[in-house]
T-cell receptor
């Protein structure tokens, strides 16, 4: 079976740093995706982690610990446009299928 | 410009009517997917297709049907058998659909409201 947990909502201040956590219990786990979704729009791909460690892409970084079943997305120098939902999704070995968490709605305030 | 298009963005239908949502991609991707998104829920897979003329049920296929007659197109029909059809429907595609590292790219979505 699969279980993916993310906080429902978070609030952070413009210019600050925020960490959005995702924990999973997935048999045959292979990798983890992060997507950003603005309200009423399509999810857009942010990152994919399959190995342990931190992957950095500009203001966004994503971390994975396979042994702990844990990932986080780190957003630095927050901007108002970062207000969105952030979706964590896992894949299993040999499977095409993405299984999504319920998403974390981030509100960035001035 | 390469991408995935879905039309229309908003769709209203009366209860008991079938409705077909379109999804087209010009990315030359082999695999295409349909998801449903409800408030407070994660995206849930309805159907997917790895190749033309072949498709598989996802987690919530009941009350839906699909076809894949062309590589570029993967329409979804919401039938009258679907008990709660009002939702945001998202189409996605990926290059191969056969590997677990295959990134899926999403279309803009269609918001269906059944009155």
């Amino acid at each position: 079976g699969q279980n993916i947990d993310q906080p429902t909502e978070m609030t952070a201040t413009e210019g600050a740093i925020v960490q959005i956590n995702c924990t999973y219990q997935t048999s045959g786990f292979n990798g983890l995706f992060w997507y950003q979704q603005h309200a009423g729009e399509a999810p857009t791909f942010l990152s994919y982690n399959v190995l342990d460690g931190l992957e950095e892409k500009g203001r966004f970084s994503s971390f994975l610990s396979r042994s702990k079943g844990y990932s986080y997305l780190l957003l630095k120098e927050l901007q108002m446009k970062d207000s969105a939902s952030y979706l964590c999704a896992v894949t299993r070995r040999g499977s095409y299928q993405l299984t999504f968490g319920k998403g974390t709605k981030l509100s960035v305030i001035p | 410009d390469g991408g995935i298009t879905q039309s229309p963005k908003y769709l209203f239908r009366k209860e008991g009517q079938n409705v077909t949502l379109s999804c087209e991609q010009n990315l030359n991707h082999d695999a295409m997917y349909w998801y449903r998104q409800d408030p407070g829920q994660g995206l849930r897979l309805i159907y997917y297709s790895q190749i033309v003329n072949d498709f598989q049920k996802g987690d919530i296929a009941e009350g839906y049907s699909v076809s894949r007659e062309k590589k570029e197109s993967f329409p979804l029909t919401v039938t009258s058998a679907q008990k709660n059809p009002t939702a945001f429907y998202l189409c996605a595609s990926s290059i191969r659909g056969s590997g677990s590292s295959d990134t899926q790219y999403f279309g803009p979505g269609t918001r269906l409201t059944v009155l």
